[in-house]
């Protein structure tokens, strides 16, 4: 069976810009989790989405913005960027919730200019 | 809130020796899960185990061992015989529900390197 799969692999952007990634979970999965990874630190959580509803918000400002369609798939939207928003960004599905094992994709790798 | 501790930045070894990766928690919940995962060069997380609070039972798979002790909030992680391929960054992560909000909080890793 196919893992979580994410797009692009790597982006490179201007501050200013708006960047739109996308992730597709493991078949049967529903919920999907967004997390960001700057360099030398542990992934800090963004969003959680089940059903297509929002079930969970980070402490990241409101530049940040998801989505999860029927087909379960999701796309995190960032505007606005900043130099800050350089990092890697990875998406992880599961079958519910986080207490369910979450399965990671390979990470889109966000460079701001 | 919800803590995830792991105080050793980085480790080197050398082939065969055995290694240990401390992690320690704080939680409120009564009820967590705790998480190993593996970060290879390529960068995608790779699960390695994952155990509820209720269960203290010490786990084993291959060259891996877990070693989950409640009373002192930890969570460690041992390689035995350690090889090249074990080289990566390993995150300890702890997931409950806070705020209404469900989400994996994770430590800043350990960077393991094994040399031939």
């Known amino acids: 069976d196919a893992g979580v799969t994410q797009s692009p692999t790597h982006l490179i952007k201007t501050r200013g810009q708006q960047v739109t990634l996308r992730c597709s979970p493991i078949s049967g999965h529903k919920s999907v989790s967004w997390y960001q990874q700057v360099l030398g630190q542990g992934p800090q959580f963004i969003f959680q989405?089940?059903?297509?509803?929002?079930?969970g918000r980070g402490n990241f400002p409101d530049r940040f913005s998801a989505r999860q369609f029927p087909n379960y798939s999701s796309e995190l939207n960032v505007n606005a960027l900043l130099l800050g928003d350089s990092a890697l960004y990875l998406c992880?599905?599961?079958?519910?919730?986080?207490?369910?094992?979450?399965?990671f994709g390979p990470g889109t790798r966000l460079t701001v200019l | 809130a919800q803590k995830v501790t792991q105080a050793q930045t980085e480790i080197s070894v050398v082939e065969k020796e055995d290694v240990t990766l401390d992690c320690v928690y704080e939680?409120?919940?009564?009820?967590?899960?705790l998480f190993w995962y593996k970060q290879p060069p390529s960068g995608e997380l790779v699960f390695l185990i994952r155990r509820n609070s209720f269960d203290e039972q010490n786990e084993i798979s291959g060259r891996y061992s877990w070693n989950f002790q409640k009373s002192t909030s930890s969570f460690n992680f041992t390689i035995t015989a350690s090889q090249v391929v074990d080289s990566a960054v390993y995150f300890c992560a702890l997931s409950g529900i806070q705020g209404g909000s469900e989400k994996l909080v994770f430590g800043k890793g350990t960077k393991l390197t094994v040399n031939p």
């Open positions: 939680t409120r919940d009564t009820t967590y899960y």
């Open positions: 992880a599905s599961s079958l519910e919730g986080s207490t369910d094992t979450q399965y």
């Open positions: 989405y089940y059903e297509k509803e929002e079930r």
